[in-house]
């Protein structure tokens, strides 16, 4: 069993940053790492995920404003958010997958105009 412990969300201002981590306690070494949201009444919708190698793919909403990285050696994702929108504002999901889904609980992230 894999468990996620994501960080960094809240409030901020249109146009503002936030940054989101989420710590894996798996070790291994091959696996897909990243984040989805869902907003009020709407499904959940990935947002950008990243390899174990470093290959990325973001929603087309979001690209040129987030950015996904990790660090291997602490099993961890992170999210960099810029210029954010009131249409960002949503429940942010880690996702970690190897054979498998696991997810973590969430972070609110709100987004005010």
């Known amino acids: 069993q894999v468990q996620l412990v994501e960080s960094g969300g809240g409030l901020v201002q249109a146009g503002g940053s936030l940054r989101l981590s989420c710590a894996a306690s798996?070790?291994?070494?091959?696996?897909?790492m990243g984040w989805y949201r869902q907003a009020p009444g709407k499904q959940r919708e990935l947002v950008a995920i990243i390899s174990d190698g470093g290959s990325t793919h973001y929603a087309d909403s979001v690209k040129g404003r987030f950015t996904i990285s990790r660090a291997n050696a602490k099993n961890t994702v992170y999210l960099q958010m810029n210029s954010l929108k009131p249409e960002d504002t949503a429940v942010y999901y880690c996702?970690?997958?190897?054979?498998?889904?696991?997810w973590g609980r969430g972070t609110q992230v709100t987004v005010s105009s």
């Open positions: 798996s070790t291994f070494r091959i696996n897909t």
């Open positions: 996702v970690y997958r190897y054979f498998g889904d696991y």
